[in-house]
């Protein structure tokens, strides 16, 4: 029937949305001990204060903590994804914001305030279908804003932080999602540094934030994703160097994507769909 077809065509393209969306895990680590070798990730806060506003807003469910150790975060996932809510949650969304490098076994990972190694595709495939099947056929979306953690990582230039992701990250395939329904989102493509402003945080997070508020009702988050580099692309990163040079810095995010489908962040197309599903029971007696 035409409410059939009208049915299909609203949805088939889309993940579900749901009231409320999912969970949204905020784990940052800006604290980290001497003996770690990693300095203070000055600025982190300012991103956990935007994220947590802007994801309540879109009627995420936020979950963070903050400053974990490796265990703690272990024991956080691990609590998520055994959580009864999931079952009812249209998506998933994950950041990650701490320190990171590659361990001996070439993995990328996140570095607690004691500098003790997470590979972040760990910490992602906790959620993968067949260990979290209330997740199954749903978005899970990782948000990761890492830095390298080399000594040289925090040289600033009038007040702003290099972050760094490994240039091997865009081409090794041990990378990619262990199965479909998954995006990644990093700061930085391959052999680029992202920067971390103290006073006002990171480019990639409080960018990604103001696309996505901006265009949450338009356009689905690829879309938006395109948008934010673009923008990061085009507005590099100035500052003088000590001979007063003027020094700018691009630097664009990278996405890994494994979706099916296209993923909307409005919380009104939970309602739409509501309705449309209500026009569509009607229309199949």
Do not use: W
């Not at 703690?72 to 999931?86: G, R, Y």
């Not at 945080?201 to 988050?221: A, N, P």
């Not at 938006?224 to 507005?235: S, T």
Request: aromatic share 10%; with cysteine.
């Amino acid at each position: 029937t035409p409410i059939t077809l009208l049915h299909s065509r609203l949805h088939e393209d889309f993940y579900q949305v749901t009231n409320p969306q999912g969970f949204c895990l905020i784990i940052n680590i800006n604290t980290y001990s001497t003996g770690s070798g990693e300095e203070e990730r000055k600025g982190s806060e300012r991103d956990v204060d935007r994220v947590r506003k802007l994801f309540r807003k879109l009627s995420f469910t936020i979950k963070e903590v903050q400053n974990p150790t490796t265990a703690e975060i272990d024991d956080f996932l691990n609590e998520t994804k055994k959580s009864k809510e999931l079952a009812k949650h249209g998506s998933f969304v994950c950041f990650l914001m701490a320190h990171g490098r590659k361990d001996p076994q070439g993995r990328d990972c996140i570095i607690d305030g004691h500098g003790v190694q997470s590979p972040v595709l760990e910490l992602a495939a906790k959620f993968k279908a067949s260990v979290c099947p209330d997740l199954a056929g749903k978005p899970k979306i990782f948000f990761v804003q890492a830095c390298r953690g080399s000594g040289t990582d925090e040289v600033t230039h009038r007040g702003l932080a290099v972050d760094q992701l490994p240039p091997e990250f865009a081409q090794n395939p041990a990378l990619y999602p262990p199965e479909s329904d998954f995006l990644f989102c990093f700061p930085t493509t391959e052999g680029q540094v992202s920067y971390r402003d103290p006073q006002t945080g990171s480019v990639f997070v409080q960018t990604l934030c103001d696309y996505i508020e901006q265009f949450y009702t338009e356009k689905h988050l690829e879309d938006i994703m395109i948008l934010v580099k673009r923008h990061m692309a085009e507005k590099p990163c100035e500052f003088r160097n000590e001979r007063g040079e003027l020094i700018k810095y691009y630097c664009v995010a990278q996405t890994v994507s494994q979706l099916a489908r296209q993923v909307s962040f409005d919380p009104s197309k939970a309602q739409k769909r509501s309705r449309s599903l209500q026009l569509f029971s009607l229309g199949s007696r």
